[in-house]
């Protein structure tokens, strides 16, 4: 692990196989930029839960002065979908994104985990590993639901009665 920022050079100067013992010599030089890691460790993730067919808004803050990212991230729970990314730009340390619908079928406690976070354009990979549940409420079923509103006369109480709605259950 390299600890210095900036430009270093590798140089190659001999090569050995392990397995005869042989050695040959070289010399092969390269450079390449060792780029600063961003500190990345106020990152949060905030999801509220939602009703079935909502969209689900996740926020994700804490990602300091980076100005683009790529999320790997995992769902778990009543919903699973393992290894999904997506490339969000960076505003003021915050980025947010809805989850695909297609991934949030079902109803019941949902877990994001937020897996890594790769800078741009450097392409620092910070592993994370941030969990956050949320739970994807059932919608109220309404076929043959009945209102029932009696008339009244200005300043009473109003009562409003419903019948027929059903329980719902989650999977």
């Known amino acids: 692990m390299l600890s210095n920022n900036g430009a270093t050079t590798v140089t190659i100067t001999s090569v050995t196989n392990v397995q005869t013992g042989c050695t040959a010599t070289a010399n092969e030089s390269t450079t390449f930029e060792v780029f600063p890691a961003p500190d990345l460790s106020s990152v949060n993730v905030i999801i509220n839960d939602v009703c079935k067919g909502q969209p689900v808004n996740v926020a994700i803050s804490g990602l300091g002065s980076v100005a683009s990212i790529t999320v790997l991230y995992s769902i778990s729970g009543a919903n699973n979908n393992a290894g999904q990314t997506i490339d969000l730009n960076v505003t003021t340390g ?8 297609g991934l949030l079928a079902n109803t019941g406690d949902t877990t994001f ?3 890594s976070i790769t ?3 450097n392409g620092c990979i910070i592993p994370l590993m941030l969990s956050k549940s949320f739970t994807i409420h059932p919608i109220p079923e309404v076929n043959n639901f009945l209102v029932a509103i009696p008339n009244i006369c200005k300043g009473q109480p109003l009562t409003v009665r419903a019948f027929r709605i059903r329980q719902f259950r989650q999977p």
Do not use: D
């Open 113 to 115: 985990q937020l897996i």
């Open 94 to 101: 915050n980025a947010n994104f809805v989850l695909p619908g």
């Open 119 to 121: 800078t741009h354009p």
